[in-house]
């Protein structure tokens, strides 16, 4: 069976302390997307990861990827309270089909 | 652009009943998703669309239908609605360029509760 596992499934965390969030994958695709939802709302892209080693960082967050462990990890540095929302991760079934599995999520509270 | 709008915002439907969920997009993008996010859980992948008049079943198809008659339109069909429907639905689209770089765009869901 095709998994997409993210721990840990809820974090509280103090502002301005790091952490990361890990998105294990058992898929053989090589694409991974990561997306935060706020409460009652839809959800937004964040990064786009299409290779071995991809990284991307934007603000306060940076993703990477690493294709060989079937792993994605997304970095919080300095948390902001702004940054509290729930984080997926996406991959493909395999290359190419375009048919996503998510994972559970990640809640994150930032506590001021 | 309004990117992708879903209606309605909110449905009560009871047990049996039936309804239509309605996606439309904008962007004239290919793929079209509809995607069941039940409360503290990911999404499910219901059907997807590669194009007009081509769908295809995703992980959890039963009780539902689409179809494809446009590239903007993405409507979702609920027969005999079961109170396991209860969920928050959310339909997506994204371009077909095929790199891999293109993400998904979702429209703002549809809560519905099956009494």
């Known amino acids: 069976e095709l998994k997409v596992e993210q721990n840990p499934l809820f974090l509280s965390m103090q502002e301005g302390k790091n952490y990361t969030i890990y998105c294990n994958y058992s898929t053989t695709s090589d694409r991974l997307y990561w997306y935060r939802q706020d409460p009652g709302k839809s959800l937004e892209s964040l990064f786009v990861l299409l290779s071995n080693g991809a990284v991307k960082q934007e603000g306060r967050l940076m993703a990477s990827l690493d294709t060989k462990a079937r792993l994605s990890t997304l970095h919080i540095t300095a948390a902001v309270h702004d940054l509290s929302a729930t984080y997926f991760c996406?991959?493909?079934?395999?290359?190419?089909?375009?048919?996503?599995?998510f994972g559970t999520g990640t809640r994150l509270k930032v506590l001021a | 652009n309004a990117g992708v709008t879903q209606t309605p915002k909110f449905r009560i439907l009871k047990i049996g009943q039936s309804m239509t969920l309605q996606c439309t997009q904008d962007?004239?993008?290919?793929?079209m998703y509809w995607y069941r996010q039940d409360p503290g859980m990911g999404l499910k992948l219901i059907y997807y669309?590669?194009?007009?008049?081509?769908?295809d079943k995703g992980e959890v198809p039963n009780g539902y239908n689409v179809s494809r008659s446009t590239t903007e339109d993405f409507p979702l069909r609920l027969e005999l609605a079961a109170p396991s429907q209860t969920s928050v639905y959310f339909c997506?689209?994204?371009?077909?360029?095929?790199?891999?770089?293109?993400?998904?765009?979702f429209g703002p869901g549809t809560r519905l509760l099956v009494l």
């Open positions: 669309s590669v194009g007009a008049g081509i769908t």
């Open positions: 962007m004239n993008h290919n793929y």
């Open positions: 997506a689209s994204r371009a077909g360029t095929g790199t891999g770089w293109e993400t998904q765009y």
């Open positions: 996406a991959v493909d079934r395999s290359s190419g089909t375009y048919k996503y599995i």
